[in-house]
């Protein structure tokens, strides 16, 4: 990759590497969620989606030209300046994170747009974002189940990341980066085996807690609790329409692919599988998670408040802190 | 009656007590974190189970399911086999209609003009569609048979005006073979003046 390093070249690279990623990301989404559709169908034995298109490929198309045509509709005595700011801060946040996430696209050819050496303290930082959106999305709709919304995500989302971002810390500490493409490139050195191996046999801990963490994170069920449709409507969601709706649900499903993509990045070896082309193993990855977290929706019913709070605060962190002590004492006893 | 009810009796036996028919929580120790495990994975098993089972969905406007032979749908006003129609303009429809969807005008039956058997024939007859709920006593209250439901169910249109169903819409088509008798005679028409006819030259 000299390219990377001539100074022209480069940006010649991360522009177009931006434009590909915003087309890809938005495309990958749009499939994300005639994916869950299907898939949520198939588990309740209905066929899902299939009449716009070919096994209702082009569904999401009706569907973004019926939202962006709709009215831009703001309710009376809202603070309008907050309203929009919110999924503007959503999308932003959720397209930002895919900046640090480099892609192999074929043996030793990489891509990224930023080779950041704190890739991961970035992503959780663009992820905490995503409280403000919601919390000043359900402050300014003026509506009190807006506004319910707002608070229980906020709290869900700072119970969560405490336990999220220490589930990764052994990893950390055994690779020795943040860096996103040091540690999928971690190679081990176990007599005759050389070579990149998946994270996850040496964490296995720190990926369930992190599986579950990062369900909480993009508010998805179980842990969808600031949308709860039955009883607050739809929390901070309830007075958005139009566009503004599809700037959040977009930011959910990117979210969504982004936390897919980084436990394939960080426990799965990212684009190593065996002799498949790195970009198909990486996307058969992602998708695996994507179904993942589709089957985990179709399976939990929502966990009650104070049930979300005991598990995140008296069974995931403790666990994730132990983890971490564990995991430097064998560090230490191994390599001294 | 507020006397009759302070003077009723209190229910003998509550249907159910305040803890009864709920299960009694296992004794001793929560069974653990790995029975819990346990529930979750069977949980995830079911539902991938059933993602490989078969759809149930019927795909409706391509497939329809079998509709019940008593169903009742959209109305039919129906003729008898010399193509007459059945409607006497009684207006017994109209009188037992729950929601007073439909109108009836009758007039009077002439021999130049004769459209039903009785005295009397409908000149008008609308049902309101939106209105209908398809109970059928307009069915049971007819003496004649006149007015029937089909099994046709899909009634969507584009106007709330489409939805006034006019004698011309609910009216069966004449008899094939009355048609093709009505039709003859128009062609040729009878030689004889009228008032003569059928008498011999």
């Known amino acids: 990759m000299s390219l990377y390093n001539d100074p022209i070249g480069h940006w010649v690279v991360v522009t177009v590497a931006i434009a590909l990623l915003l087309f890809v990301v938005l495309t990958a989404t749009a499939y994300t969620v005639w994916f869950e559709r299907v898939a949520l169908g198939r588990i309740q034995r209905r066929p899902g989606p299939n009449r716009v298109g070919p096994f209702g490929l082009l569904q999401l198309a009706a569907d973004g030209i019926k939202l962006a045509f709709k009215e831009s509709f703001v309710p009376a005595e809202t603070d309008k300046l907050l309203f929009v700011i919110a999924p503007t801060i959503a999308v932003a946040a959720a397209f930002l994170s895919w900046a640090v996430i480099p892609i192999g696209l074929w043996y030793n050819v990489q891509y990224w747009i930023a080779d950041v050496n704190i890739g991961v303290l970035l992503i959780f930082a663009f992820s905490s974002l995503n409280v403000y959106a919601i919390v000043i999305g359900g402050y300014a709709s003026n509506n009190k189940y807006s506004l319910l919304g707002g608070l229980r995500s906020a709290a869900q989302l700072i119970s969560y990341e405490m336990a999220l971002g220490l589930s990764l810390v052994p990893t950390f500490m055994i690779v020795g980066s943040l860096r996103l493409r040091d540690i999928v490139e971690y190679t081990v050195h176990w007599g005759w085996y050389n070579g990149p191996i998946p994270l996850i046999l040496l964490t296995p801990i720190g990926f369930v807690i992190y599986l579950m963490a990062a369900v909480a994170e993009t508010n998805r069920a179980p842990f969808d609790l600031p949308e709860a449709e039955q009883e607050l409507i739809g929390g901070f969601l309830t007075e958005y329409s139009g566009l503004k709706f599809v700037m959040f649900y977009l930011a959910e499903y990117i979210n969504m692919i982004t936390v897919s993509a980084l436990a394939a990045l960080l426990f799965f070896g990212g684009w190593y599988l065996w002799v498949i082309p790195p970009v198909i193993a990486f996307f058969i990855k992602i998708v695996l998670f994507l179904f993942l977290y589709i089957w985990l929706r179709g399976t939990f019913p929502r966990l009650r408040y104070d049930m979300l709070m005991r598990l995140g605060w008296k069974v995931l962190l403790p666990l994730a802190i132990a983890n971490v002590i564990v995991t430097g004492i064998v560090l230490v006893a191994t390599q001294g | ?201």
């Open chain 2, 1 to 201: 009656m507020a006397d009759e009810k302070s003077s009723q009796p209190e229910h003998p036996t509550p249907l159910r007590g305040p803890r009864e028919g709920v299960p009694a929580k296992p004794e001793g120790k929560h069974p653990g974190v790995a029975a819990d495990v346990a529930a979750l994975a069977g949980g995830l098993k079911t539902t991938l189970s059933e993602f490989f089972r078969p759809v149930v969905t019927t795909m409706y406007p391509e497939d329809k399911t079998v509709r019940s032979e008593r169903y009742r749908g959209r109305h039919y006003l129906r003729r008898y086999d010399n193509g007459l129609e059945r409607c006497i303009g009684c207006e017994l429809c109209a009188a037992a209609c729950p929601v007073g969807c439909i109108l009836v005008i009758a007039a009077e039956n002439s021999d130049e003009n004769r459209v039903s058997p009785g005295e009397r024939y409908a000149k008008t007859y609308e049902i309101n569609m939106l209105r209908c709920i398809f109970c059928g006593y307009c069915e049971d209250a007819c003496p004649v048979q006149a007015i029937v439901l089909g099994p046709e169910y899909e009634l969507s249109d584009t106007s709330r005006e489409k939805f006034i169903y006019t004698k011309e819409k609910l009216l069966e088509p004449m008899p094939p073979d009355v048609e093709a008798r009505l039709r003859a005679s128009a062609a040729h028409p009878s030689p004889l003046p009228d008032g003569e006819r059928g008498t011999p030259k």
